[in-house]
């Protein structure tokens, strides 16, 4: 089975889109599909021995649109110029449009207008009176250019509508297309000697609704562009050339060139080009783009170096490991460039409806005109009630509700660290109530340090060079902890007890309290406390404890905190004892404690909470974990954790801060209140437009809509949806809260 992302060209509303997906699914093989209006993208899942990708992109073509595969981070630069393009060339058809159509209104308006003298007044009135024909010829020459830029509205919304499937080109097309050809029959009739016919002309109307929607497409083009500003940032993070050594040489080489096995070379403030290990060479890298962390990490031989991060000090050289789309900049933009092209759940009403919407319209357009034309015989009343309808109720606003929203989310998220992998993820975030949290390397830092040294003179240097010896855990936390380490000689690993050697001509013990001659309740306090207490004596008389534990990270007590005023109960599953478990519950301010769980039933417990009713998110770093993260409604991976946590994970944490936890929920909460914001707009707009539109009102004595407003009220509704989710760029993280 295989995933494709493919760029459609041509999409203009939420039928369009509707229309794409619907053509794909056709086709035997195609397992899912997700067409993305706000992002231009389809998202194809399929099986290769039945369908071929050629198939699935000439069925895009027979629907009226184009098909081209996605090219990732390397195509960022041409994606980019292709739709400054297309910004560029809206907004020259615009202002062509409205070099028309601006003196065509003023021509048509001008003569009716009476409460007011506005210049020209006075000679068009003259030539609409006596050479009607002249004048009607003139309006007709304005137009024609109108028609001429906005011809894609007729190619491609007549094409829709032979196929049966019309969309928001075919609404336009139909009412301006009315317009013209109303306005030509009436010509016809001024020539036949019927120069009454002059008033009845709505040349301006079709012009001016076509420039009306150019400058929407326009707007909504630059804001669409605007929603992707996240993914453009990462993708144009990478640098595009790298600094090879080959024969002894350095050669500057592009970075598509660059293989695995490479010696680079990054001299100081250049960028990283690929992933890889530092072979020779001591400096600071900046990882901010990829951890957040403002200080820069010091690499050495042997440590790991990412693409994109910034080298600060010195010159390093490394072996390239990752290159492509196997970098970490690059995995990060594609989960990214995932989720942009899903769906949340809720975008599925909006699928709904819009597969519905414009035949719907259509109907309703078509019956509202022959209802009037029925009760009053006034044709021209009858076309004003058709247009007003067939313009007014474009669903480009229902279509861009949903999608827009989840870019701007998940690109937020992405600039502050953190990964969502899809629209259903971001949504579901808002619902958790119960959050559960691995205790080794998420609570804790995962790695054991000395706490306490209860003691006098040199305890932690002698017990250290005791332990260097030793390759347990515990022994090594001690050892770096130590300022200075001696010489030891007659090492010996006595098991179940400790360890010993002779240091300084002295016997130097370590380890339980029997071995060491102690009383074992000394140590019991710290026990209590979550800490392993290592007992030690020289020359087989107790001198101290040094106690070792895996130290709470710094963010945990702030992140429960945090978590807590939001309402949502903590809880924590490990396998150790529920002495420690409870000790660092206690410092964290958790709510549940789940302890002495084995790796196989961490996904038992979590089925237990969801067996309760509640939606249920699971926290964790470990490949332990990866069970237990898959069966929770979320599944949260820590960045440092391991590769199979991960991808078991519906987000990720890049910079293995457990306070982006709760500003993970914070941003879905944000995204799906815009989400809403924006279907209850574009939703309501259409309820109220339509029977606006159909002459309700003037059923009442009010007055009747004129297209052109109703142009405008279209294009406008569209332009406020896409502002309203661009409001999500002002969200901020979660701040800690003060303890």
């Given at each position: 089975?295989?995933s494709?992302?493919?760029?459609?060209?041509?999409?203009?509303c939420?039928?369009c889109?509707?229309?794409?997906?619907?053509?794909?699914?056709?086709?035997?093989?195609?397992?899912?599909?997700?067409?993305?209006?706000?992002t231009?993208?389809a998202?194809?899942?399929?099986?290769?021995?039945?369908?071929?990708?050629?198939?699935?992109?000439?069925?895009?073509?027979?629907?009226?649109y184009?098909?081209?595969?996605?090219?990732g981070?390397?195509?960022?630069?041409?994606?980019?110029?292709?739709?400054?393009?297309?910004?560029?060339?809206?907004w020259?058809?615009?202002?062509?449009?409205a070099?028309?159509?601006?003196?065509?209104?003023?021509?048509a308006?001008?003569?009716?207008?009476?409460?007011?003298?506005?210049?020209?007044?006075?000679?068009l009135?003259n030539i609409?009176?006596?050479?009607?024909?002249?004048?009607?010829?003139?309006?007709l020459?304005?137009?024609?250019?109108?028609?001429?830029?906005?011809?894609?509205f007729?190619?491609?919304?007549?094409?829709?509508?032979i196929?049966?499937?019309?969309?928001?080109?075919?609404?336009?097309?139909v009412?301006?297309?009315?317009?013209?050809?109303?306005?030509?029959?009436?010509?016809i009739?001024?020539?036949s000697?019927?120069?009454?016919?002059?008033?009845?002309?709505?040349?301006?109307?079709?012009?001016?609704?076509?420039?009306?929607?150019?400058?929407?497409?326009s707007?909504?083009?630059?804001?669409k562009?605007?929603?992707?500003?996240a993914?453009?940032?990462?993708?144009?993070l990478a640098?595009?050339?790298?600094i090879?050594?080959?024969?002894?040489?350095?050669?500057?080489?592009?970075?598509?060139?660059v293989?695995?096995?490479?010696i680079?070379?990054?001299?100081?403030?250049?960028?990283?080009?690929?992933?890889?290990?530092?072979?020779?060479?001591?400096?600071?890298?900046?990882?901010?783009?990829?951890?957040?962390?403002?200080m820069?990490?010091d690499?050495?031989?042997?440590?790991?170096v990412?693409a994109?991060?910034i080298?600060?000090?010195?010159t390093?050289?490394?072996?390239a490991?990752k290159?492509?789309?196997n970098?970490?900049?690059?995995?990060?933009?594609?989960?990214?460039e995932?989720?942009?092209?899903?769906?949340?759940?809720?975008?599925?009403?909006?699928?709904?409806?819009?597969?519905?919407?414009?035949p719907?319209?259509?109907?309703?357009?078509?019956?509202?005109?022959i209802?009037?034309?029925?009760?009053?015989?006034?044709?021209?009343?009858?076309?004003?009630?058709?247009i007003?309808?067939?313009?007014?109720?474009?669903?480009?606003?229902?279509?861009?509700?949903t999608?827009?929203?989840?870019m701007?989310?998940?690109?937020k998220?992405?600039?502050?660290?953190?990964?969502?992998?899809?629209?259903?993820?971001?949504?579901?975030?808002?619902k958790?109530?119960?959050i559960?949290?691995?205790?080794?390397g998420t609570?804790?830092?995962?790695?054991?340090?000395v706490?306490?040294?209860?003691?006098?003179g040199?305890?932690?240097?002698?017990?250290?060079?005791?332990?260097?010896?030793?390759?347990?855990p515990l022994?090594?936390?001690?050892?770096?902890?130590?300022?200075?380490?001696?010489s030891?000689?007659?090492?010996?690993?006595?098991?179940?007890?400790?360890?010993?050697?002779?240091?300084?001509?002295k016997?130097?013990?370590?380890?339980r309290?029997?071995?060491?001659?102690?009383?074992k309740?000394?140590?019991?306090?710290?026990?209590?406390?979550?800490?392993?207490?290592?007992?030690?004596s020289?020359?087989?008389?107790?001198?101290?404890i040094?106690?070792?534990?895996?130290?709470v990270?710094?963010?945990?007590?702030a992140?429960?905190?945090?978590?807590?005023?939001?309402g949502?109960?903590?809880?924590?599953?490990?396998?150790?004892?529920?002495?420690?478990a409870?000790?660092i519950?206690?410092?964290?301010?958790?709510?549940?404690?789940?302890?002495?769980?084995?790796?196989?039933?961490?996904s038992n417990?979590?089925?237990?909470?969801?067996?309760?009713?509640?939606?249920?998110?699971m926290?964790?770093?470990?490949?332990?974990?990866?069970?237990?993260?898959?069966q929770a409604?979320?599944?949260?991976?820590?960045?440092?954790?391991?590769?199979?946590?991960i991808?078991?994970a519906?987000?990720?944490?890049?910079?293995?801060?457990?306070?982006?936890?709760?500003?993970?929920?914070?941003?879905?909460?944000?995204?799906?209140?815009?989400?809403?914001?924006?279907?209850?707009?574009?939703?309501?707009?259409?309820v109220?437009?339509?029977?606006?539109?159909a002459g309700?009102?003037?059923?009442?004595?009010?007055?009747?809509?004129?297209p052109i407003f109703a142009?405008?009220?279209m294009?406008?509704?569209?332009?406020?949806?896409?502002t309203?989710?661009?409001?999500?760029?002002r969200?901020?993280p979660?701040?800690?809260?003060?303890?």
């Amino acid at each position: 089975m295989d995933s494709q992302l493919l760029d459609i060209r041509g999409m203009t509303c939420a039928a369009c889109a509707q229309r794409v997906e619907k053509a794909i699914k056709k086709l035997d093989g195609v397992v899912s599909v997700s067409v993305n209006l706000a992002t231009d993208k389809a998202a194809v899942t399929y099986e290769p021995q039945t369908v071929r990708l050629s198939a699935i992109r000439e069925a895009v073509e027979k629907a009226g649109y184009k098909a081209l595969e996605s090219g990732g981070a390397e195509a960022a630069d041409e994606d980019r110029a292709r739709k400054q393009k297309e910004i560029k060339t809206l907004w020259t058809k615009f202002i062509i449009s409205a070099v028309f159509s601006v003196p065509l209104l003023y021509i048509a308006m001008v003569p009716m207008i009476k409460f007011v003298t506005l210049p020209f007044a006075a000679p068009l009135d003259n030539i609409m009176m006596n050479y009607p024909l002249i004048y009607a010829i003139a309006e007709l020459l304005l137009v024609l250019p109108v028609i001429g830029v906005g011809y894609k509205f007729y190619t491609v919304g007549y094409k829709s509508l032979i196929q049966r499937s019309p969309n928001m080109d075919s609404l336009i097309a139909v009412g301006t297309s009315a317009a013209v050809l109303y306005s030509v029959y009436n010509i016809i009739q001024i020539i036949s000697g019927n120069f009454k016919a002059v008033e009845s002309l709505y040349f301006e109307t079709a012009g001016v609704i076509v420039t009306l929607i150019l400058l929407g497409k326009s707007l909504e083009a630059v804001s669409k562009g605007r929603t992707g500003e996240a993914i453009k940032k990462l993708m144009g993070l990478a640098p595009k050339t790298a600094i090879v050594v080959q024969n002894g040489e350095e050669i500057e080489i592009p970075i598509s060139d660059v293989e695995i096995g490479d010696i680079i070379v990054v001299k100081p403030g250049s960028k990283i080009p690929v992933d890889g290990t530092v072979t020779d060479g001591h400096t600071a890298i900046d990882e901010a783009m990829l951890t957040g962390e403002s200080m820069p990490v010091d690499k050495s031989a042997g440590d790991l170096v990412y693409a994109a991060s910034i080298n600060t000090t010195g010159t390093i050289q490394f072996r390239a490991e990752k290159i492509g789309a196997n970098t970490a900049l690059a995995q990060i933009i594609k989960l990214v460039e995932d989720a942009q092209g899903s769906k949340a759940p809720i975008a599925q009403l909006a699928d709904i409806v819009s597969g519905y919407f414009v035949p719907t319209v259509c109907l309703i357009a078509l019956a509202a005109g022959i209802a009037w034309f029925a009760g009053t015989r006034d044709l021209e009343f009858s076309l004003t009630i058709f247009i007003s309808v067939l313009v007014i109720a474009c669903p480009c606003a229902l279509g861009l509700a949903t999608p827009t929203a989840i870019m701007v989310g998940t690109g937020k998220g992405a600039e502050n660290g953190i990964l969502i992998k899809s629209g259903e993820a971001l949504e579901t975030a808002h619902k958790i109530n119960t959050i559960v949290f691995d205790k080794t390397g998420t609570i804790t830092e995962g790695k054991p340090k000395v706490t306490d040294v209860i003691g006098g003179g040199d305890l932690l240097n002698l017990a250290a060079s005791v332990e260097k010896l030793s390759e347990h855990p515990l022994g090594l936390a001690i050892v770096e902890s130590a300022t200075e380490i001696y010489s030891a000689f007659d090492f010996e690993s006595v098991t179940g007890l400790g360890v010993q050697a002779t240091v300084n001509g002295k016997l130097v013990k370590a380890g339980r309290a029997e071995f060491a001659n102690a009383d074992k309740q000394l140590g019991d306090e710290l026990a209590d406390e979550g800490k392993t207490p290592v007992f030690v004596s020289v020359d087989d008389v107790y001198a101290g404890i040094i106690a070792v534990a895996d130290t709470v990270k710094p963010s945990s007590r702030a992140a429960v905190a945090s978590l807590h005023e939001m309402g949502i109960e903590v809880a924590m599953i490990t396998g150790d004892n529920k002495k420690t478990a409870a000790a660092i519950a206690g410092q964290v301010g958790i709510d549940r404690v789940l302890s002495e769980v084995l790796p196989r039933d961490k996904s038992n417990e979590v089925k237990k909470l969801q067996a309760e009713g509640r939606k249920v998110a699971m926290v964790g770093d470990g490949i332990n974990d990866a069970p237990a993260l898959a069966q929770a409604d979320i599944g949260i991976a820590i960045g440092s954790g391991t590769d199979v946590a991960i991808e078991s994970a519906d987000i990720v944490l890049v910079r293995s801060d457990l306070m982006d936890v709760p500003t993970a929920i914070n941003l879905s909460k944000r995204t799906i209140r815009n989400i809403k914001q924006n279907l209850f707009w574009a939703f309501g707009y259409n309820v109220i437009g339509i029977p606006i539109a159909a002459g309700v009102l003037h059923l009442f004595g009010g007055s009747l809509l004129n297209p052109i407003f109703a142009a405008a009220a279209m294009s406008l509704s569209s332009v406020s949806v896409l502002t309203n989710a661009l409001r999500l760029k002002r969200f901020k993280p979660t701040r800690e809260v003060q303890l």
